[in-house]
T-cell receptor, first 112, second 112 residues
């Protein structure tokens, strides 16, 4: 079946540090991959996406590359800010498009 | 501005009561979804609907019911059969299945 596995948090970083949040997936066929961000008390917002192998999604300084050979979609940012503190979810959409599968989320706290 | 509106933001239920959570979207999206979010468990799919007057069970549909009488509305009823209803409930929509989902700000349900 389809599933997404994220690195467990919480993650605490100092401002301007480099961020990596690992995400690996299991899927049949060719899924689309997504990163969502959730700020406290709010719903999820789409951060970036990639729809085929070797695609790189990017937004607001965050990047993730769809790696089919390693079934991974790791989220990276070169220099985090306090405002990046949130919970980050990796997700995939299977090739039927009927369902999304979400990881358990990784909480990030950035301290000044 | 287009978006998804969930109401109320906080809801309290007495034992044995049914409660209905509202979800309205003005994005003209065909597909709508209900998720339950518990700490440390990510998002779990309750029900989804790809078109008006049609909906499908997700992974945890027991104790919940939905309707899709209008394109813009997808209310969720938490019935008394749901023995552990305390959670954060998120509604989402997408232009069609497989495309990125847009989320509301959620409803937090608690038991009195």
């Amino acid at each position: 079946g389809n599933s997404v596995t994220q690195m467990e948090g919480p993650v605490t970083l100092s401002e301007e540090a480099f961020l990596t949040i690992n995400c690996t997936y299991t899927a049949t066929g060719y899924p689309s991959l997504f990163w969502y961000v959730q700020y406290p008390g709010e719903g999820l917002q789409l951060l970036l996406k990639a729809t085929k192998a070797d695609d790189k999604g990017s937004n607001k300084g965050f990047e993730a590359t769809y790696r089919k050979e390693t079934t991974s979609f790791h989220l990276e940012k070169g220099s985090v800010q306090v405002s990046d503190s949130a919970v980050y979810f990796c997700a995939l959409s299977d090739n039927t498009g009927n369902q999304f599968y979400f990881g358990t989320g990784t909480s990030l706290t950035v301290i000044p | 501005d287009g978006g998804i509106t969930q109401s109320p933001k906080y809801l309290f239920r007495k034992e044995g009561q049914n409660v209905t959570l509202s979800c309205e979207q003005n994005l003209n999206h065909d597909a709508m979804y209900w998720y339950r979010q518990d700490p440390g468990q990510g998002l779990r799919l309750i029900y989804y609907s790809q078109i008006v007057n049609d909906f499908q069970k997700g992974d945890i549909a027991e104790g919940y019911s939905v309707s899709r009488e209008k394109k813009e509305s997808f209310p969720l009823t938490v019935t008394s059969a749901q023995k552990n209803p305390t959670a954060f409930y998120l509604c989402a929509s997408s232009i069609d299945p497989g495309q990125p989902q847009h989320f509301g700000d959620g409803t937090r349900l608690s038991i009195l």
